[in-house]
T-cell receptor, first 114, second 112 residues
Framework: DTEVTQTPKHLVMGMTNKKSLKCEQH?????MYWYKQKAKKPPELMFV???????INESVPSRFSPECPNSSLLNLHLHALQPEDSALYLC?????????????FGDGTRLSIL | GIQVEQSPPDLILQEGANSTLRCNFS?????LQWFHQNPWGQLINLFY???GTKQNGRLSATTVATERYSLLYISSSQTTDSGVYFC??????????????FGAGTQVVVTP
């Protein structure tokens, strides 16, 4: 069992829907991450939160909106997504983002856009 | 950014065989991790190994930071070892802390 919990495990949505992905960790980590992984490709970083503040946005389209309400929780709000946004979305956490820390990944949410 | 190259891209093994996977990176790194992604998509942390050697059961890893490569050894492979093995590195620069850069992965298939 992973210590980073992601819900839902699967999500199918239309292009006009609004939905949210949720990620939770109780390891006391202060850095949290969202990654996107397309089939047969490696994960690609989307966002980094450090101490509940957004520290890195890898030029992600505004239809993806991250939120970190507290140190244990990370959300990814989705709106007006495109079919090419279908992918596995992975959340990770580490003690902080000052380097020299391993990242621990959740099991992911498999997202399909109709 | 840092370039991460993994070899071989694909590997087919018979159960019980040993193998070595390689990860080359183009610059010094703060962090190097090896992951196993199983067929269900779970990304499992195998090693955090910016330098030195570590062992965990049938798996071991060695990173030679000065020569910018890391090796992952799988001994007595089992069918459950099938999946994709990723190497990921983090640059040492302050504005890139937390930015794990993944290699393309090695697809491993272990046959009974």
């Amino acid at each position: 069992d992973t210590e980073v919990t992601q819900t839902p495990k699967h999500l199918v949505m239309g292009m006009t829907n609004k939905k949210s992905l949720k990620c939770e960790q109780h390891m006391g980590h202060r850095a949290m991450y969202w990654y996107k992984q397309k089939a047969k490709k490696p994960p690609e970083l989307m966002f980094v939160y450090s101490y509940e503040k957004l520290s890195i946005n890898e030029s992600v389209p505004s239809r993806f909106s991250p939120e970190c309400p507290n140190s244990s929780l990370l959300n990814l709000h989705l709106h007006a997504l495109q079919p090419e946004d279908s992918a596995l979305y992975l959340c990770a956490s580490s003690q902080d983002n000052r380097g020299l820390q391993p990242q621990h990944f959740g099991d992911g949410t498999r997202l399909s856009i109709l | 950014g840092i370039q991460v190259e993994q070899s071989p891209p694909d590997l087919i093994l018979q159960e019980g065989a040993n193998s070595t996977l390689r990860c080359n990176f183009s610059d010094s790194v703060n962090n190097l991790q090896w992951f196993h992604q199983n067929p269900w998509g779970q990304l499992i942390n195998l090693f955090y190994i910016p330098s030195g050697t570590k062992q965990n059961g049938r798996l071991s890893a060695t990173t030679v930071a000065t020569e910018r490569y890391s090796l992952l050894y799988i001994s007595s492979s089992q069918t459950t070892d099938s999946g994709v093995y990723f190497c990921a590195v983090e640059p040492p620069w302050g504005d890139s802390w937390g930015k794990l850069q993944f290699g393309a992965g090695t697809q491993v298939v272990v046959t009974p």
